[in-house]
Structures are given as structure tokens and as C-alpha cells.
């Protein structure tokens, strides 16, 4: 049985892992092909390779950054960190992919991508300011 608070999926990027509760991802991979349909019924496939592919990180911080107690704990640092964070990572200034690893219980599946692009809303929940997120990366296709 699994403890609330396991890590069941854990995404890092060049080894460290982006600050901030993740609360989604999404990855789409395609190929580049061609299909040509003739008069007499035939219809050839031409594969040209993979294209590159595209992943998004989603999650909440908070504005502020905050303590969450427990001494095993690490307390989330703020929407502002991970602004700057996106500020040193992106693409425009890191002119290198960056080496993005999901892992799970068992496998580790990775990627080399170039951090395109970020998302932040913010909305006052009642009880403070809390920021949702998203990071964008290109990611290339593998040999």
C-alpha cells in the first residue's frame, strides 16, 4: 500500500526537480509521413522521420513562499523563484537542450528539450495567493 506521501511521478530537469506542487503533464510525439493515393487503388507510405515533439509540465505554487512543517519536509518556494528559474532555463538563454528525466517506481524515461515557454495565473483562493503554472519544452525526437 502506498503512503500519501510517496512520490508516484517525478520529473527533473538537467538533475533538478522545478519547484512547486506538479499537478499534470502532457507530451505529444509524432512522426512526419505521407500517404499517396493512386488511381488504381494503391497507396504508398513514405516515413520521413519523427518531428519534434512538444511537453508541458503543469502545477500550483504559492505566491509567498510559505513552511510546511514536518522535519522531512521541503517547504515550496514562490511563483517568483520559478519565474526566475524559467528566466535563467529558457531557450533564448540556454542555447542547449536540457535534459528533462519522468520517473516512476520502476522506469525512467527521457528527453532533451529546449524550455520554450511558461504560464502563470494567479487567483486569490480565500486564504492567500496562489499561483498556477505551466512550462513549455520542445522536446527532440530520439535516435
Known sequence: MRNCGDKILKITFDG???????????LELSGNYQFLHTVN?????????????????????FINACS???????????????????????????????????VDDTKTASFFGFLTGMRADISDNGMGFIGNWSLRFEVLPQE
Do not use: C, H
Open 16 to 26: 533538478e526537480t522545478v519547484d512547486g506542487i506538479m499537478t499534470g503533464m502532457s
Open 41 to 61: 487503388d494503391f497507396i504508398y507510405f513514405y516515413a520521413f522521420g519523427d518531428r519534434i515533439g512538444a511537453l508541458s509540465v503543469s502545477g500550483v505554487s
Open 68 to 102: 510546511t512543517g514536518g522535519a522531512n519536509r521541503v517547504a515550496p518556494k514562490s511563483l517568483i523563484d520559478l519565474y526566475d528559474w524559467y528566466q535563467k532555463k529558457r531557450a533564448k538563454i540556454k542555447a542547449e537542450p536540457i535534459n528533462i528525466q519522468i
